[in-house]
């Protein structure tokens, strides 16, 4: 098992940036892929960024490319969004995922709780 506990979320303008973090726990972190996910009301849950195990790769969706930056520190089991020049149509729950694969589309075995994020115009 894996226990993932999102933080950082929070209120914020246009504009604006946030840093949200995910820290890990019960199984070797660098063994897994991390990414984040959101989900905003009424609609499905989205990939939105994911990380190697070494933190070496970094993969995005097109709409947050360039604005967001994920990142790890395998020393604290700590997987980190840092979003920038947010929309309003960021705005959704946001959630950490870990996924033990090596490669090919992620697919998450395990979910944080989610941490919301809201975007004000």
């Known amino acids: 098992q894996v226990q993932l506990v999102e933080s950082g979320g929070g209120l914020v303008q246009a504009g604006g940036s946030l840093r949200l973090s995910c820290a890990a726990s019960?199984?070797?972190?660098?063994?897994?892929?991390m990414g984040w996910f959101r989900q905003a009301p009424g609609k499905e849950r989205e990939f939105v960024a994911a990380i190697s195990y070494s933190g070496g790769s970094a993969y995005y969706a097109d709409s947050v490319k360039g604005r967001f930056t994920i990142s790890r520190d395998n020393a604290k089991n700590t997987v980190y969004l840092q979003m920038n020049s947010l929309k309003p149509e960021d705005t959704a729950v946001y959630y950490c995922?870990?996924?033990?694969?090596?490669?090919?589309?992620?697919?998450?075995?395990?979910w944080g709780q989610g941490t919301q994020v809201t975007v004000s115009s």
């Open positions: 019960g199984r070797t972190f660098s063994n897994y892929r």
């Open positions: 995922a870990a996924d033990p694969r090596g490669g090919g589309i992620f697919i998450p075995d395990y």
